[in-house]
């Protein structure tokens, strides 16, 4: 260890921009064996390990690094396994320059961070290669149930924390494939799709059982699912997109970024996609621009590049110090060939029933809001139209209105229209229902809501062992 003096930094071989847009593939090769160590041996094994703290799982990082360095990957898993419920999809799509690596010490002392996500990544999908991954297997099976609403992120950690202590699980999801945003919402240059089915079969394997294609409210009412089991979690995550209210906003052309990347995934599926097929949704030969300056706007104007579009423009209305989407994601689209535009905001679209342009508005900023992040302000007599055939509305995800849809005016939500829920345990108004994930916090990121998906998991099973320490009186 403590090689970082001698030892840079080195990511992953990055393939070059020209091959990468030919297609969905990730963009980074893997780690090998020599390297993974190599790179692992830069870990400062600190005292007070500031990646760890800043994980939102608090994953034991100086220890798996110290066993990737030592060549003892077996046991390098099975720590990272603890405290991660899916360490190579963290290790694929979390923003790391914001979480563990941008608090590494090394990093702050001039050397270069450890590439802890890279690490991560090559640790586990070794592990799978392997055969290390096996199919859960309790050491008792018990008689309870629960009920999970949601097959994404949160919902699935909580189910395999669940079936780990004999628990009997169902898992209902309005797709037809499990895995929800990480399969349906993140492109696959990203995370590609057999990393995510393959931990879906493990828990299939491991007796977790899936009822797809199930519309809660419509398909099954959600009293029916409470009656069925001794606990239910609402890990439902947020799909209603914020819309723009500006003139023009109604015209063929302009799409909701969750439609627009489903359909992208569907196909990679294989799947007819109507919308995809006749163009609706299809970025090739268009002039796209994409609204919007998170992650979930980067995934909109890479994969517009991929569908071959004629250019791809980015607008936002901040600059690129205070945009909140990674950093890392924004050099890769503009090494693929986008443009971004920035402190730029919609003021309205051309073109009638179909979309020709956006009416751009330049802003500077001013002071700063309560948050400490300077506000954009108008510069009168700036606008301009920016040529569009496709636009993406990417500003971000709202909570439905689930106690309406689903029928339970009695579940408390927050003014945000979020659940509400008892910090940590995830507890809500009803009994015997809990709450994990983006639906209680807002929109955020994967890693979150694994945390909140194990922490509900301990929450439930503590519910269920109450209940049956009184059933046994």
């Known amino acids: 260890?403590?090689?970082?003096?001698?030892?840079?930094?080195?990511?992953?071989?990055?393939?070059?921009?020209?091959?990468?847009?030919?297609?969905?593939?990730?963009?980074?090769?893997?780690?090998?064996?020599?390297?993974?160590?190599e790179q692992a041996s830069r870990c400062s094994q600190c005292g007070?390990?500031?990646?760890?703290?800043?994980?939102?799982?608090?994953?034991?990082?100086p220890d798996w690094l110290r066993m990737t360095a030592e060549g003892r990957l077996e046991e390098a898993y099975e720590i990272s396994q603890?405290?991660?419920?899916?360490?190579?999809?963290?290790?694929?799509?979390?923003?790391?320059?914001?979480?563990?690596e941008g608090n590494c010490v090394i990093e702050q002392s001039g050397h270069g961070t450890v590439t802890i996500g890279s690490v991560e990544k090559y640790i586990t999908d070794t592990a799978f290669e392997n055969g290390w991954v096996k199919p859960i297997k309790p050491s008792v099976e018990r008689t309870e149930s629960v009920?999970?609403?949601?097959?994404?992120?949160?919902g699935l950690a909580a189910a395999d924390m669940l079936r780990r202590q004999g628990v009997q699980v169902t898992v209902y999801d309005r797709y037809d494939r499990g895995g929800g945003l990480l399969t349906y919402g993140i492109p696959g240059f990203k995370l590609e799709k057999d990393i995510v089915m393959q931990r879906m079969q493990q828990l299939e394997d491991g007796g977790v059982e899936f009822v797809m294609n199930c519309n809660v409210g419509e398909d099954l009412s959600f009293d029916a699912i409470r009656g069925k089991h001794e606990a239910v979690l609402i890990a439902t995550g947020v799909y209603k997109t914020r819309a723009l209210e500006a003139p023009g906003v109604g015209a063929e052309g302009i799409v909701r970024a969750i439609d627009y990347l489903t359909a992208s995934n569907r196909k990679s599926f294989g799947d007819d996609v109507e919308e995809f097929d006749n163009g609706s949704l299809n970025a090739e030969g268009k002039k796209v621009v994409v609204i919007g300056?998170?992650?979930?706007?980067?995934?909109?104007?890479?994969?517009?590049?991929?569908?071959g579009a004629e250019s791809v423009k980015c607008l936002y209305r901040r600059d690129r110090a205070n945009m909140p989407g990674s950093q890392r994601e924004t050099q890769n689209a503009e090494e693929e060939g986008v443009e971004f535009v920035w402190l730029s905001a919609p003021k309205g679209f051309t073109g009638g029933e179909t979309v020709e342009g956006v009416m751009v508005?330049?802003?500077?900023?001013g002071a700063p809001d309560a948050t400490g992040r300077q506000m954009p302000e108008l510069i009168e007599g700036s606008d301009y139209v920016e040529d569009a055939d496709l636009v993406v509305q990417a500003l971000g995800f709202e909570p439905e209105e689930i106690p309406t849809?689903?029928?339970?005016?009695?579940?408390?939500?927050?003014?945000?229209?979020?659940?509400?829920?008892?910090?940590?345990?995830?507890?809500?108004?009803l009994e015997g229902v809990f709450a994990a994930g983006d639906i209680v916090r807002g929109a955020s990121?994967?890693?979150?809501a694994i945390k909140d998906g194990r922490e509900a998991a301990d929450a439930i099973l503590d519910y269920i062992n109450q209940g049956a320490a009184v059933a046994a009186e």
């Open 1 to 37: 260890m403590l090689k970082f003096v001698d030892v840079e930094r080195d990511m992953p071989e990055k393939r070059p921009p020209n091959l990468r847009t030919e297609d969905f593939g990730e963009i980074y090769a893997e780690f090998a064996t020599a390297k993974a160590a």
């Open 48 to 61: 007070v390990p500031y990646c760890q703290s800043h994980c939102p799982l608090h994953n034991n990082i």
């Open 82 to 100: 603890a405290t991660n419920t899916f360490p190579e999809i963290c290790g694929r799509i979390c923003p790391q320059d914001r979480l563990c």
């Open 147 to 154: 009920g999970i609403i949601g097959a994404g992120p949160g």
């Open 293 to 307: 300056g998170g992650d979930t706007a980067m995934d909109c104007v890479r994969t517009a590049i991929r569908q």
């Open 361 to 365: 508005q330049k802003m500077r900023l």
């Open 405 to 429: 849809l689903w029928g339970v005016p009695e579940l408390e939500v927050t003014r945000w229209g979020t659940i509400k829920a008892e910090f940590n345990t995830g507890q809500t108004s």
């Open 445 to 448: 990121l994967v890693v979150w």
